[in-house]
């Protein structure tokens, strides 16, 4: 059996390997159009910061490692050019010589990726404008941030004395994880970062409040923000610095230009062998990964999938499905019967020492195809035991169906990055499972208390939607409050601090002894710092005979939500 793949990153290296374990006969080619196969593109960005200083430390395994460890005929600067699905045959492009073959296939594999975005914008194609998809992508950056500007090559001042080094300027168009990754990294070589957004919020899988939260950190650490503005051109400046126009009017001069503005499924050759393609514009597979021809299977960014949550149609790059979808067609191709689940879009991304990261389906994402059967909190647990010197507070929402309490998605954030990465990869695999809310109570995950608490922030959430779901504590949320009689359970310190207007306040202490003081005809809401004050009140409330509702995150979710 001869087996082509096209593309030699995350998809198709993950393809080759996996297939060559599996058979040792099949003759296996790996094509790759770039310089260098299995690289790794999440670390371009560190290298551009100089956090990664080598660019050899960004090649997970070279062409010859596939040729000695796993007899693959890798191929680099070699350009799958068209398809013939008929004669199932490719041709093949030198992209050094320019001369074409063609090879024959049993089976062909396509993971050609999704380039970036370019729109036809005036001026999108000047010097000092950069994408950041491969390893010479980041060369070419950095080599522009040595020399590109008559101010980046340090020809700012002609007098002979030079007193004062102007700041470097990057403006960074796209707010997604790669613009981010990028601003941080320049902000960290010295450069004053704008971030250009389209969008009114940052980070566009998450919901608005988490984004605001997310907003703030990346200002206070030095990005300046443009949201809701969108890049309608590019000047060229003196010395060969650039102006970036936006659709408002506004103008941001630059010494580099970074375009972070979202991929598109590469469905080029996907359509020269008349495959079908989706609705949302990636390759159509099945859960085989195959294509709507047999004989070719395609993964990666290239393909859409099944939102795991949801079940609609959906593109998402991520590398960890990338490469879960290579292994899954190798493991087809040679007969096993191994099948996608579908994507959960988990991600995480490091921000400034701190992490924000998500599992699953958002509020937005559930309201936007109209679903209405679900719940969310917020909670804002420590990251562990507060005793224990260093804990520090997460910010988590987690959203669950109202029916049954089945887990549908999870955001967390906070500056001890493991701790959120912990908690929404352990909310991942619930998901994943079909877990419910009933499931996170009983989960049994590590406990010392520098890592986490007894009960964790996971458990926490189990714990705190289940009482919602069978009602020992029913839920408000602000914004959404309708005349209810507002009972603040917190100290007269802390209401020194913030109040809420027109609430009333009895300290929680206080609480049992002056019932009297509440309305029975009307529903009660209660607030508290953080909401687990206002639950123990909740609950005297109930016992006692009154409509109560523990209002979610209390204090906490409000300042977040005043945010937005
Ligand atoms: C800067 C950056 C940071 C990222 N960070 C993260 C992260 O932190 N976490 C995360 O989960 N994901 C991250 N990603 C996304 C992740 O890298 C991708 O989801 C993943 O690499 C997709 O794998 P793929 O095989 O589909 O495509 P790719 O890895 O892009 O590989 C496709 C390859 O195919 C080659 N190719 C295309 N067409 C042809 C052709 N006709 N002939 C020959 N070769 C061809 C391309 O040159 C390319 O090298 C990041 C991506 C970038 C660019």
């Known amino acids: 059996m001869k087996v082509i793949i096209v593309g030699g990153v995350a998809g198709g290296a993950s393809c080759a390997a996996r297939l060559r374990r599996l058979d040792e006969k099949a003759e296996i080619v790996m094509v790759e159009r770039g310089p260098f196969v299995s690289y790794a593109n999440c670390g371009l960005p560190y ?224 359509k020269s062998a008349d495959l079908a393609i989706g609705e949302r514009g990636g390759i159509r597979v099945d859960e085989h990964m195959r294509t709507s ?54 991600s995480i991304i490091g921000l400034f020492g701190g992490a924000v990261a998500w599992t699953g389906a958002s509020e937005k994402m559930l309201k936007k195809i109209g679903d209405t059967d679900f719940e969310k909190l917020y909670l804002f647990p420590n990251s562990h035991a507060g005793y224990y010197p260093g804990a520090k507070m997460l910010g988590l929402k987690v959203i669950f169906r109202k029916s049954d309490g089945r887990l549908l998605g999870a955001q967390a954030l906070g500056e001890d990055g493991p701790a959120v990465d912990k908690r929404i990869s352990a909310l991942a695999v619930a998901i994943q499972m079909g877990a419910t809310v009933y499931d996170l109570e009983e989960a049994e995950l590590c406990y010392a208390p520098q890592f986490g608490s007894a009960k964790d922030p996971v458990n926490f959430a189990g714990m705190v939607a289940a009482d919602v779901l069978r009602g020992d504590m029913p839920l408000a949320h602000w914004g959404s409050l309708d005349g209810a009689f507002l009972l603040d359970v917190r100290e007269p310190v802390e209401l020194a601090v913030e109040g809420v207007p027109g609430a009333v306040n009895i300290p929680m202490g206080q609480l049992r002894s002056r019932l009297g003081e509440l309305p029975r005809d009307r529903e009660i809401h209660v607030i508290c710092r953080s909401a687990q004050r206002a639950y123990y009140a909740t609950r005297v409330l109930l016992q006692n005979g009154f409509k109560a509702k523990n209002i979610s995150g209390g204090m906490l979710s409000r300042a977040m939500l005043q945010l937005t």
């Open 47 to 270: 290298h551009v910061g100089g956090v990664i200083e080598k660019e050899s430390s960004l090649i997970v395994a070279s062409e010859q490692f596939f040729r000695k460890a796993f007899a693959i005929d890798a191929r680099t600067n070699c350009e799958a050019i068209s398809i013939d699905a008929k004669k199932k045959t490719v041709n093949l492009r030198n992209t050094k010589t320019g001369e074409v073959t063609t090879e024959s296939y049993d089976k062909l594999v396509l993971s050609p990726g999704a380039p970036s975005v370019h729109p036809p914008l005036p001026g999108i194609d000047l010097p000092g404008i950069f994408h950041v998809r491969t390893v010479p992508d980041v060369k070419k950056i950095r080599e522009w941030l040595e020399k590109g500007t008559t101010f980046l090559a340090g020809m700012y001042n002609y007098s002979g004395i030079q007193m004062l080094k102007p700041t470097r300027r990057a403006v960074v168009v796209g707010g997604g994880f790669i613009g981010l990754e990028m601003a941080e990294n320049l902000v960290h070589i010295g450069f004053d970062v704008t971030l250009i957004q389209k969008l009114p919020q940052l980070l566009g899988p998450i919901d608005p409040e988490i984004a605001r939260l997310v907003e703030g950190h990346v200002r206070r650490n030095g990005v300046k923000l443009a949201l809701n503005d969108g890049v309608s051109g590019f000047a060229q400046l003196e010395g060969g610095a650039l102006n970036a126009q936006t659709i408002s009017g506004k103008t941001y001069p630059a010494d580099v230009v970074i375009l972070a503005i979202g991929v598109r499924p590469d469905t080029t050759l996907a």
């Open 293 to 346: 021809d047999p004989e070719i299977f395609a993964v990666g960014d290239a393909i859409e999938v099944k939102d795991f949550v949801t079940g609609q149609w959906s593109l998402i790059a991520l590398a960890g499905p990338a490469n879960r979808q290579g292994r899954i067609a190798a493991d087809v191709i040679a007969g096993r019967d191994s099948r996608y689940r579908g994507t959960q879009g988990t």
